[in-house]
Structures are given as C-alpha cells and as structure tokens.
C-alpha cells in the first residue's frame, strides 16, 4: 500500500494569559464548551475528556439552529502536562499541539492533517476561527 502525502496545516495565537490557565481552559470540559465552535451561529453543548495517553476526548459541535451537527474525538497518544498533546481522531487523522509560556502569555501553536471533504482553506479558516476564540474566552475569564 502506497503512503498518501498528508497537508499538514497549522493555526496559532499568543494567549495574554499564564501557561497553567491556558492548558486549563484548553483542557476542561467545563471551559470547552464555551469557546470551542468557529462562528457564532454554532455551539458546543457538552465535552468529555480523558486527558491521559490512551485516553478518549469528545466534543458536541452544533449549530444553534439545530441543522446540522458533528462529534469531533479522538484518542491521546502524548500528553505533557503544559507543554505537549497529540492525538489521533476518530478518521485516523494526527493533530498535535504545543504550548510555550513567555512570562505571562503563552504561545499555542496547533498543528493538524487536513481531511479531504472541505477546501483547505475552510479547514485553516474554521480551525483558526475556533483558536482565535479560546483566545478572547482565555483573556476574558
């Protein structure tokens, strides 16, 4: 079997909030559901995460008009405690995030496999949309 080329794209921000408060927001079911959709006409109702190698994360993409909706999970292959998490999603797809504190921000740089049913552009887009959230809920709370 041939290895496909996979586009790897990328989405980052400079969180103005101390490396412990951004892992826990990034990581807290109870924080997820408040900054994790990519335009306001979406919501998450509910998040679970089992935040340790081998572990299952899952969240509850909606839209607010009750439309149309999606799980997005996966499962843990490394997770350093404010620094690092990998893992795998449910279509085999990688994603790996990096948190670096500098003084009293912290650099969040999120790297993942594009799928093949959207343009790339909405993957960057809609990714980055979301990040850009966890940024104003991080800073705002």
Request: hydrophobic share 35%.
């Amino acid at each position: 079997m041939e290895a496909q080329n996979k586009t790897v794209l990328t989405v980052q921000n400079i969180i103005n909030a101390p490396i412990e408060k951004v892992w826990a927001y990034w990581t807290a079911p109870e924080h997820i559901t408040k900054w994790c959709n990519a335009s306001e006409d979406w919501h998450t109702p509910n998040a679970t995460n089992d935040l340790r190698v081998g572990g299952k994360f899952s969240t509850r993409m909606e839209a607010k008009d009750g439309s149309m909706g999606f799980d997005f999970g996966g499962v843990y292959d490394v997770v350093n405690i404010n620094e690092y998490i990998a893992y795998t999603l449910g279509d085999e797809r990688k994603v790996n995030i990096s948190f670096t504190a500098d003084g009293n921000s912290t650099k969040v740089v999120e790297n993942f496999e594009a799928e093949n049913e959207n343009p790339i552009e909405m993957q960057q887009g809609g990714w980055q949309a979301i990040m850009d959230n966890f940024k104003t809920y991080t800073e705002t709370n």
